[in-house]
């Protein structure tokens, strides 16, 4: 995680890079403007992480908005889980 935090030093992501999606309140007038400025955040950290390289291995980082992700989780095979997947409490690796 330094890697990546390190890079993230000094950027700013603005919450309106389409205009605001928020009142005077601070609460979300649309949804659609919403989705828009967070997916700009998220292609910017993919962008930003994805020029890093740890350990000798590039980065490969990709935003993926919520229309990529299937509704219904996949079945993993247990096998390749205990394989690929190291998780404790504070993190997941894969």
């Known amino acids: 995680m330094v890697p990546l935090s390190r890079e993230l030093a000094g950027l700013i992501l603005p919450h ?17 403007l919403e989705k828009q400025n967070f997916e700009f955040a998220g292609q910017t950290l993919a962008d930003v992480w994805s020029q890093i390289v740890i350990d000798g291995y590039p980065v490969n980082a990709e935003f993926a908005s919520a229309e990529c992700i299937t509704p219904e989780p996949q079945e993993v095979l247990h096998e390749w ?14």
């Open 16 to 32: 309106d890079h389409y205009g605001t999606h928020l009142n005077n309140s601070a609460v979300t007038i649309d949804k659609n």
């Open 81 to 94: 889980y205990s394989l690929h997947v190291r998780e404790s409490q504070y993190f997941l690796q894969v």
